[in-house]
């Protein structure tokens, strides 16, 4: 099965940056992903890794390392409008087979001015 | 491209009904997910579908849910008998061949009074 761990809440000043953590532990890992999600809207997709390493996508980056189970989103230069749910979901390998997403219970990131 | 359509977005049954619910993913899309989501829990896996083959189904997942997707488009789940323990939003969710990236659907928010 998988554990995935992340902090429940997390606040943060507008204009600075924030690290959200995610530690999960699985038998057939094939990728981590994060989500954003807005209350009362359905989650959308911010990044992919499946390597070690940092992906840079915008004010958004995500860091991968497979040996420790960890992976951690780095928002810059944060805005009000980035306070929402951030879902941490690992693709690991199923009963039938297929690889499938399994999220974590997400981080409700909130931005003060 | 028209997104990721859901329908009804909300239901009210009474518990012991019957509940169906669709979903048209994109049409490029031939992977397709059901998720069941709780207030500050993330999506929890409920099945999958290949085109029209359901490649994996959670153990969580009672004999009451069943899912098709018949002709490899649209794709329906329902619950017979519903309780009130079922009361969430149904997620649906679709992705391109060989990618986990999920285009999710504004959802179906059941109540079981």
């Known amino acids: 099965g998988q554990n995935i761990d992340q902090p429940t809440e997390m606040t943060a000043t507008e204009g600075a940056i924030v690290q959200i953590n995610c530690t999960y532990q699985?038998?057939?890992?094939?990728?981590l992903f994060w989500y954003q999600q807005h209350a009362g809207e359905a989650p959308t997709f911010l990044s992919y890794?499946?390597?070690?390493g940092l992906e840079e996508k915008g004010r958004f980056s995500s860091f991968l390392s497979r040996s420790k189970g960890y992976s951690y989103l780095l928002l810059k230069e944060l805005q009000m409008k980035d306070s929402a749910s951030y879902l941490c979901?690992?693709?690991?390998?199923?009963?039938?087979?297929?690889?499938?997403?399994?999220f974590g219970r997400g981080t409700s990131l909130i931005v003060h001015p | 491209d028209t997104g990721v359509s859901q329908d009804p977005r909300h239901k009210i049954t009474k518990r012991g009904q019957n509940v169906t619910f669709r979903c048209d993913p994109i049409s490029e899309h031939n992977r397709l997910y059901w998720y069941r989501q709780t207030l500050g829990q993330g999506p929890e896996f409920l099945t999958y579908?290949?085109?029209?083959?359901?490649?994996?189904k959670s153990r969580l997942l009672s004999d009451r849910f069943s899912a098709e997707r018949p002709k490899g488009s649209f794709s329906t789940l329902e619950i017979q008998r519903t309780e009130q323990g079922d009361s969430a939003m149904y997620l649906c969710?679709?992705?391109?061949?060989?990618?986990?990236?999920?285009?999710f659907g504004p959802g179906t928010r059941l109540t079981v009074t």
């Open positions: 890794n499946v390597l070690d």
């Open positions: 699985t038998s057939g890992f094939n990728g």
């Open positions: 969710a679709s992705s391109y061949p060989g990618t986990d990236e999920q285009y």
């Open positions: 979901a690992v693709r690991d390998l199923g009963s039938g087979g297929s690889y499938i997403p399994t």
């Open positions: 579908f290949q085109n029209e083959a359901q490649l994996e």
